[in-house]
């Protein structure tokens, strides 16, 4: 599998190329810019990024479980009373569930950025050619793949701003 490369001089034509292009069917688009664009991110219509729901969920569970085995310990399995507090004293509990909370939602925020950016990744076909080399510094890149809904080179070609347009594979 192949993908075209479209190279730009300024954020503004990338832009308008992807609107143009997403408007007309092409899926599946990527972008390799030096900075953030936000625009960009509306104009390639990514995803949503599941890391926040990953980590809310992991921080649930792993408070909930915090709470249970705390809750287990002080009630059922060992009670202890402690001036003249009751067992089931649930201020006490609530900074290790915090804690544990906390830890598990910053744990399972980066293996989820990971799996989400598919880390770790040794080599990215991008990054075959020498004339990408550039992505990070003053270019930008619109990364499109090559398929049924991919318009043909020359009407490519015809895009405002457009530099060059290069095939790699991936």
Not at 8 to 17: K, R, T
Not at 64 to 90: C, E, K
Request: include cysteine; charged fraction near 20%.
């Amino acid at each position: 599998m192949s993908r075209l490369l479209l190279i730009f001089d300024e954020p503004a034509p990338l832009i308008a190329a992807a609107r143009h292009l997403r408007e007309g069917g092409v899926r599946g688009m990527d972008a390799h810019v030096p900075y953030r664009i936000p625009e960009l991110d509306d104009a390639l219509d990514l995803p949503a990024s599941p890391v926040r729901l990953v980590m809310l969920l992991a921080a649930v569970a792993v408070g909930g479980a915090t709470w249970i085995l705390q809750w287990a310990t002080a009630v059922r399995l060992y009670p202890f009373n402690s001036g003249g507090r009751p067992d089931n004293s649930w201020p006490i509990f609530t900074f290790a569930v915090f804690e544990m909370g906390v830890l598990a939602a910053a744990f399972a925020g980066l293996v989820a950025m990971f799996v989400c950016c598919g880390l770790p990744r040794l080599h990215h076909p991008f990054f075959a050619s020498a004339r990408t080399e550039r992505a990070s510094d003053d270019r930008f890149y619109l990364s499109l793949p090559v398929g049924t809904d991919t318009p043909d080179r020359r009407a490519l070609s015809g895009l405002p701003g457009l530099r060059e347009l290069l095939e790699v594979e991936q």
